[in-house]
């Protein structure tokens, strides 16, 4: 089993910034790759950004491109969501996931394996 676990979410004001980090433990995997997902009530699950277990190769939604990054820290097991600049409609629950090989451009939560169980991120106007 995976254990992936979320943390860094809160309460921010519009324009400011947040990191999160997800930790994953557990069984290992020859080739996997991590993911971003955020959900806002009311909404479908959507992803956000994704990175292969070198770190060498990510994926950042079109839409969130030049504001949110993704980097991991292979020695430690985290990769870390850098937003920047937010937005009121950035709320929303943001999950972390894991998915064997390691393509990184897979937006599908379907096609994710492991979750965690999410963290709360709240931008106020």
């Known amino acids: 089993q995976v254990q992936l676990v979320e943390s860094g979410g809160g309460l921010v004001q519009a324009g400011g910034s947040l990191r999160l980090s997800c930790a994953a433990s557990g069984r290992t995997f020859i080739d996997y790759a991590l993911g971003w997902f955020r959900q806002a009530p009311g909404k479908e699950r959507e992803f956000v950004a994704a990175?292969?277990?070198?770190?060498?190769?990510?994926y950042v939604a079109d839409s969130l491109k030049g504001r949110f990054t993704i980097s991991r820290d292979k020695a430690r097991s985290t990769v870390a969501l850098q937003m920047t600049s937010l937005k009121v409609e950035d709320t929303a629950v943001y999950y972390c996931?894991?998915?064997?090989?390691?393509?990184?451009?897979?937006?599908?939560?379907?096609?994710?394996?492991?979750w965690g169980q999410g963290t709360q991120v709240t931008v106020s106007s």
């Open positions: 996931a894991l998915k064997r090989g390691e393509i990184v451009t897979t937006t599908l939560p379907n096609e994710y394996d492991y």
């Open positions: 990175i292969d277990w070198t770190g060498s190769s990510t």
